[in-house]
């Protein structure tokens, strides 16, 4: 048996192909959406993923904003820069990359920003609101595994789902958002302190991997016919290393390849983040 692909490209160039049109219609309105990025330090991999949001946002048609600091940059000047963004009628929504350097308060920062600006849905405002299940920009990973489930008919509701990682940009997250009555899937969330991962991953329909550890499922922890996800970006000797062993792909019933899966989408709900926060600008401006 072989995996039907869950290929997060092509479904991520669908959704591309809404929010160009989406960002035609806002510019004829007089909005013209942009993304801001803050990266601080020079990690390469964070280099390739602003780079690769700033093609993205070229190719819809969204304008972009790009600052860089330097790895030694102290609070005071990444708030300097949240503040301007903030104020900044050109940014209708940004995002702060992370992880930062150890000598920021990377809380403190996210409280900053504002949660009407805030592109990753990382904001705790709007994980509160995600929490309370009121409406709120979503989490992107999070988002874009749903919508990638979905795309392919992937059962979600009633489903047992494995997420393994507890990080907020993906497993934390992924559990509240599938939780909600609208997925209403049961989701155990595994973590390094979980006694007995390889029970809960051979238990799941859905096996979401976000631990960043390289390999970590197996082919026999995975349930004939289950969908796998695999979110790990791991890089072993320059090439992207996932958290799914590659020969997963003979149980399961689908499996997102790495890279070309969960990557993709992760970048089209960010946009999609961005065009829904300049809708909403534009909707509170037409009835004013
Ligand atoms: N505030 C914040 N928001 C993020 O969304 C965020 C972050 N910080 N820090 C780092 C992680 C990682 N991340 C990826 C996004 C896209 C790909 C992606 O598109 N990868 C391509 C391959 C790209 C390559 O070759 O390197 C793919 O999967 O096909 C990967 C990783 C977003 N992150």
Redesign the pocket.
């Known amino acids: 048996m072989s995996a039907v692909k869950l290929d997060g ?1 092509a479904t991520a160039a669908k959704i591309k192909a809404d929010l160009t049109t989406r960002v035609a219609a806002l510019k004829e309105r007089g909005i013209t959406p942009g993304l801001g990025t803050v990266l601080v330090g020079d990690d390469p991999g ?1 280099q ?2 602003v780079a ?1 949001k700033h093609r993205d946002c070229a190719e819809v048609g969204i304008a972009s904003i790009r600052v860089d600091l330097p790895e030694t940059a102290t609070q005071a000047e990444v708030e300097a820069v949240i503040d301007e963004l903030n104020a900044s009628p050109e940014c209708t929504g940004y ?4 992880p930062l350097p150890k000598q920021l308060d990377t809380m403190a920062l996210l409280e900053r920003m504002d949660p009407a600006k805030d592109a ?1 849905g ?1 904001h705790p405002i709007n994980l509160g609101r995600l929490v309370h299940m009121v409406d709120a920009p979503l989490p ?2 999070p988002n874009g595994i749903v919508l990638l489930l979905q795309e392919y008919g992937v059962p979600i509701k009633g489903a047992e789902v494995a997420v393994v990682g507890r990080g907020i ?1 993906v497993g934390r997250s992924l559990g509240l958002l599938l939780t909600r009555r609208s997925e209403n899937a049961t989701v155990t969330l595994c973590h390094t302190g979980t006694q007995d991962l390889a029970g809960h991953v051979r238990r799941a329909d859905i096996v979401v991997a976000a631990a960043g550890v390289p390999e970590l499922i197996k082919r026999d922890m995975v349930k004939p016919g289950a969908a796998v996800l695999d979110v790990g ?1 791991s890089r072993v000797n320059g090439k ?1 290393a996932g958290d799914v062993a590659l020969d997963v792909e003979e149980v399961a019933g689908f499996l997102t390849p ?7 989408m ?2 089209a709900l ?1 946009l999609s983040n961005v065009v829904e926060a300049a809708e909403r600008l534009q909707q509170s401006a037409s009835v004013s």
């Open positions: 490209k964070s390739i993923y690769g995002i702060v990359q992370l990753d990382l992107c990973t940009t970006v992207i790495n890279p070309g899966g969960v990557g993709p992760t970048r960010l």
